[in-house]
C-alpha cells in the first residue's frame, strides 16, 4: 500500500501541454538543474543525476504511467539502480484550471513500512514546492 508522505500544488498560467512539455524537458528547472534521462514511456528505467546542496547525486526509477499531458508518475531511490526495500513513489497531476492548470504533486512511500516524522515531511512539501516553482516558471516561459 502506498502512504502519502507530502502533498503540494500550484496554479500555473499556461496550457496543461506547455506545463508538460516543460515538465519532460531533459534538464527541466522542475529538477532545478539536475538532468533526467528518459523516454518518459511507461515502464521504462530513468537516471536523473546533477548535483544538490554542492554534492553529485544520481538517482533512479521507472516511470509508471505517462499519460500527456494529464499524469505523470514514476518511482524514485538513490544511489543504486537496483530498487530497494523502501522506496518513494511521486505523481505529478495537471488539470485545466480556468486560463491556465492547475498542478499537484504527491509523494507515497512503497515498499517496507517506513516512518518520516514531521520535520521530515515538512522538508520534503519544501523541496516539491520549490520543484513545482521551477516548473511554474518554465511553463509560463519566464
Known sequence: MDDLVAEVETTVDAAPDA?????????????????MDSTWSEGSSYRLHGEW???????????????????????????????????????FSIAPDGRGCRVSLQQFSRGEPKAY???????YKKTYAMMLDGLKKAAEGK
Open 117 to 123: 516524522d514531521d520535520k521530515t515531511r515538512a522538508e
Open 53 to 91: 546542496g554542492g554534492k553529485p547525486f544520481e538517482d533512479f526509477g521507472v516511470i509508471e504511467t505517462s499519460k500527456v499531458p494529464k499524469e505523470l508518475s514514476f518511482t524514485h531511490w538513490a544511489k543504486t539502480k537496483e530498487r530497494p526495500a523502501n522506496y518513494n513513489f511521486l505523481r
Open 19 to 35: 506545463v508538460w512539455t516543460a515538465m519532460t524537458n531533459k534538464t527541466s528547472p522542475m529538477f532545478m538543474g539536475a538532468t
